[in-house]
């Protein structure tokens, strides 16, 4: 058993979820990293996938991922095959589920992101993570949320600490969210003007102290482009090292492939890391 100040979290091995071993190409001496799922005695949507990195010679970073579905659908199984890419920057890899619309609210699972973050920070050496080195992944809402564990306005209680997230890379996400209140998702998710002021990344700072990737399709809609551009923006004008990175010939599904090991994406962001000058 695990324990925090705040909790009790249980832990057992298991595997990812069958979908994305069908999914991947399957090689010899290639088999899929043990893992662990831990979750709150409370709230069953409150669980993360642990795949502890390969073995190095001292504590590995600390890569969190988030899952998309527009607040209200996915899981973490479901996309399980980001860590192999990860994995593969030498990492411990925790694929993290979060509470859904409308049964929760979006401020819900900002703010369990934010708390998953902090207790992986707290818990890392448990699982040969470095609770210095901890980076932020997302794909679609997933990207939204990775956003909201490093932004924030210095004024609510969740937000995580300035310069505890080194670093983010962020695929096909929403970072302004009025156009979401005006949609018809907002029946499930209910947003109010002070929501979106809240809880939308592009209105606020950003606390991280490393490269910021945010990263899009070029076959992606106008709306998604259009986020992305101005989200990097507004983190550059703010004095974040944020880089813009357009995904030729890639869609908002096919921008999946981003996340598979040695991928354009992953190893741009590995150069940022080590502070390698991209072109």
């Known amino acids: 058993m695990l324990n925090t100040a705040r909790e009790r979290k249980s832990a057992t091995v298991t595997t990812p979820g069958a979908k994305n071993a069908e999914k991947l190409p399957r090689k010899p001496g290639v088999h899929w990293p043990r893992s662990w799922t831990l979750h709150t005695v409370l709230d069953p949507r409150h669980r993360l996938d642990i795949f502890p990195a390969p073995r190095t010679g001292g504590p590995a970073p600390a890569a969190i991922f988030f899952h998309g579905g527009f607040w209200r659908s996915g899981d973490k199984a479901d996309l399980s095959l980001v860590a192999f890419g990860l994995r593969g920057l030498g990492a411990s890899v925790f694929v993290v589920n979060y509470p859904l619309c409308p049964g929760a609210s979006v401020e819900d699972a900002v703010g369990s992101a934010r708390d998953d973050t902090r207790w992986i ?16 992944f997302g794909h679609s809402t997933g990207a939204h949320l990775a956003a909201m564990c490093f932004c924030g306005g210095g004024r609510h209680r969740t937000e995580l600490p300035h310069g505890m997230i080194k670093g983010a890379l962020l695929t096909s996400g929403m970072y302004e969210l009025e156009p979401i209140r005006l949609s018809s998702l907002n029946a499930d998710l209910h947003l109010e003007p002070d929501d979106v002021a809240s809880l939308s990344p592009a209105r606020l700072r950003s606390s991280a102290s490393g490269p910021i990737v945010v990263a899009v399709g070029d076959q992606e809609t106008s709306e998604f482009r ?14 974040a090292s944020a880089h813009l990175a357009v995904v030729p010939d890639a869609n908002h599904y096919t921008m999946l492939e981003q996340w598979r090991p040695g991928s354009h994406l992953l190893t741009l962001f590995q150069s940022l890391v080590r502070g390698v000058e991209v072109s």
């Not at 259009?226 to 004095?239: D, K, L, N, V």
């Open 121 to 136: 920070a707290a818990n890392a050496a448990n699982f040969g993570a470095d609770p210095d080195r901890i980076f932020v």
């Open 226 to 239: 259009r986020q992305s551009e101005s989200f990097a923006h507004a983190m550059t004008s703010g004095g």
